[in-house]
């Protein structure tokens, strides 16, 4: 399966937005990018490099492709831009990857530039708008999966992060001419009444004191008050300023039947080919005994989360309105309640730190690596109506 691509065109500002939380990402060599069985594509000029490197020697595989077939493989069903794909191995594994050192022999013999862009950008989720580039990370990678665990940082957007230099990020483009996001189906919203609202979101999930509920139950009241606006009376961002303070309370659910139904929704947005098969049995059991009881520990990794699904949305230019980008949190913070009860019933042992960072990834492999995310925002923009 292949990392989300870049869908063209001309960036917007030239400013780089990212979470606190993200903003100094190191690669720390988990290997996971290139051990996943995915798709790499390689372009047509990196083709030319990496096939003269590997015909005088200065590149050689790490491993063998499974079949025993060439290492960049051609054919007809290749992504736009994209000459070849690297070859596997029979476990799933780019033939690349050397997993003795866990290196990259690309990247060791060869330089981090004559990566692959998919290489190059992996963690990376970014969006491109009038604002500038906003880049969140998919914590399908185990580094950024942990560092919604720190604790030495305020959870905030910040501009010009360290990890993320000026450069092409691969991601969803909204060209100058494209729509930017709707209030609801019938009002479009200024940039930087988005930008207001992108950051309320955000900041609703610093409040250190909110359950991840309560976080998802204040948004939904937000959302709804902020559909309520009407061009004369001041800016948008404005009406997002005057939002209410008071706190909503909510805990988690008492059973994990409704989740189980978001996951459901989640489901239909992958494609049958990349479906994985059914195994939700005993998942009630195992969030009752093993998720609940320890659920309330988590609120700040998880509130965080929900902060990186509200930042650098693709859910809000590609659904109708806030209450979707609201949906869209629930929905994550669904998967997160479903992946962490299969996470404590494959292990046997009630929710640890370790067991809900395993259930960031899963939840993100299946957000951002299994679904569509026009099919996501579609099911989610039913929250409009
Ligand atoms: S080319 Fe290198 S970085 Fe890319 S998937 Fe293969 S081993 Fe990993």
Known sequence: MAIPAAKGGPPGGSSIFALSIHADYRCHRSGVCCTSDWDVPVELPLHRTLDEALAAGRLRPAAAPAGGGGVLVGGEDLPDDAAAMVARTREGDCVFYH??????????????????????????????????????LTHYCPTAAAMLFRDDVRLEIVEAPA???????????????DWPPLLH?????????????????????AE?????????????????????YQPGHGPLAG???????????????????????????????????RKPDPDETGLGGAYLGGVAPEWGRWSRPVNRYLASKAFASWTAYQGR???????????????????????????????????LREA????????????????????????ET
Request: proline share 7%; aromatic share 4%.
């Open 99 to 136: 997993r003795p050192s866990g290196l990259c022999v690309v990247h060791r013999d060869l330089g981090e530039p004559q990566l692959p862009a998919t290489c190059r950008h992996f963690p990376r989720l970014a969006l491109r708008d009038g604002r500038g580039t906003s880049i969140s």
């Open 163 to 177: 990890a993320f230099p000026p450069a092409e990020y691969e991601g969803l483009v909204v060209r100058p001419a």
């Open 185 to 205: 189906p019938r009002m479009l919203m200024d940039l930087e009444g988005y930008a207001a609202w992108e950051r309320h979101m955000v900041a609703r999930c």
């Open 208 to 228: 250190e004191r909110l359950t991840p509920e309560a976080v998802i139950a204040m948004l939904d009241r937000d959302a709804r008050t902020l559909r309520r």
């Open 239 to 273: 009406a997002v300023a005057a939002l209410p303070a008071e706190p909503v309370a909510a805990s988690a659910p008492a059973d994990l039947s409704g989740s189980l139904g978001l996951f459901d929704e989640l489901m239909r947005a992958v494609p049958d080919d």
């Open 321 to 355: 309105g806030v209450l979707t980008i609201v949906r869209g949190l629930e929905a994550a913070l669904a998967l997160v309640r479903v992946e962490a009860a299969r996470q404590c019933r494959n292990a046997g042992r009630a929710l640890d730190a370790d067991l």
């Open 360 to 383: 960031f990834r899963d939840a993100d492999f299946v957000l951002n690596h299994l679904a569509v995310g026009e099919d996501l925002a579609e099911a989610w923009s039913k929250a």
